[in-house]
Nanobody, 124 residues
Framework: QVQLVESGGGAVQAGGSLRLSCAAS????????MGWFRQAPGKEREFVAG????????SYADAVKGRFTISRDNAKNTVYLQMNSLKPEDTGIYYC?????????????????WGQGTQVTVSS
């Protein structure tokens, strides 16, 4: 069992930055690939970024490439999402997720453990 808790969300103006964190507890965090997803009102949950257990491979949705960076600190059992140059269309609830298998551009049904989410609101 892996428990995930996101933090760092908030309200920011377009062009601003936020750093999301996801703290994991339970089974060995370093065994798991991690992902960030987001869900806007009335839309399906979508992939944002993923990172392999070692941190040596990452993947991003086209909409966030060059603006968002995923990273992890296995010593702290934490994965991060640095979000720069935020746009109003980045607004949504951001979730972190964990699974034993790393997949580029994974879909939500490929991740087994989920956090409760943190709200990100970007105003124009």
């Amino acid at each position: 069992q892996v428990q995930l808790v996101e933090s760092g969300g908030g309200a920011v103006q377009a062009g601003g930055s936020l750093r999301l964190s996801c703290a994991a507890s339970g089974r060995a965090f370093s065994n798991y690939a991690m992902g960030w997803f987001r869900q806007a009102p009335g839309k399906e949950r979508e992939f944002v970024a993923g990172i392999i257990w070692s941190g040596t491979m990452t993947s991003y949705a086209d909409a966030v490439k060059g603006r968002f960076t995923i990273s992890r600190d296995n010593a702290k059992n934490t994965v991060y999402l640095q979000m720069n140059s935020l746009k109003p269309e980045d607004t949504g609830i951001y979730y972190c997720a964990a699974d034993l298998y790393y997949r580029e551009n994974g879909s939500p049904d490929q991740y087994y453990y989920w956090g409760q989410g943190t709200q990100v609101t970007v105003s124009s």
